[in-house]
């Protein structure tokens, strides 16, 4: 395979791992409404169930509400029970047309706590990409015997490799102050 082939598949699998690693962290609750803290939860919809998202329209009129208008109103008491029942610790209002989850604020232990779990989630990606930066590294120096390539050859995408690590992993630093910045501001 030709170093260039080798540094872009590097770069590829970077960016899923910090897309990824931005993803979980984005989950994390900052004491703002977002629809996303509702992502994960499955309403049990005629048996089935179903993504929030799928069931009703998700908004946040302010910053301390999310507001869900379900399509269908019979789904009223699913969608309230499984926002109760997942493991967010929100209490949602329904009021017969539409939910409404107020979003507490948060302490400064739990502020804490979340912080830390960014943390976790930010180094579980920057491991993610030192790992793939170790697995191509190593595939240049056994696509530099196989197939011949000079030295130079390999040293440059050696280079390439660690000039893409160094920019993903400064992407992840980026997301990882954002949000820690989101969760300790109120």
């Not at 109103?73 to 997942?86: D, F, H, N, P, R």
């Amino acid at each position: 395979m030709p170093v260039n082939d080798i540094v872009k598949e590097a770069g590829n699998a970077m960016a899923k791992a910090v897309e990824h690693a931005g993803q979980h962290i984005s989950k994390v609750r900052t004491g703002r409404a977002s629809v996303t803290l509702l992502d994960n939860v499955k309403v049990d919809y005629y048996g089935t169930p179903t993504p929030l998202a799928q069931v009703g329209n998700l908004s946040v009129p302010d910053a301390r509400t999310i507001l869900i208008q379900p399509w269908d109103k019979g789904s009223l008491s699913a969608i309230e029970k499984a926002i109760l029942t997942s493991d967010l610790g929100l209490n949602p209002t329904n009021d017969g047309s539409v939910i409404r989850v107020p979003i507490p604020p948060l302490t400064e232990e739990r502020r804490k706590e979340f912080v830390k779990l960014c943390k976790k989630f930010a180094e579980e990606g920057k491991v993610a990409v030192r790992n793939i930066r170790r697995d191509h590294m190593e595939e240049l120096k056994v696509a530099e015997k196989k197939e011949h390539f000079s030295e130079d050859d390999r040293k440059r995408g050696e280079d390439e490799i660690q000039k893409l690590t160094d920019r993903y992993v400064k992407d992840i630093d980026a997301v990882m102050v954002k949000k820690e910045k989101e969760i300790l501001e109120d």
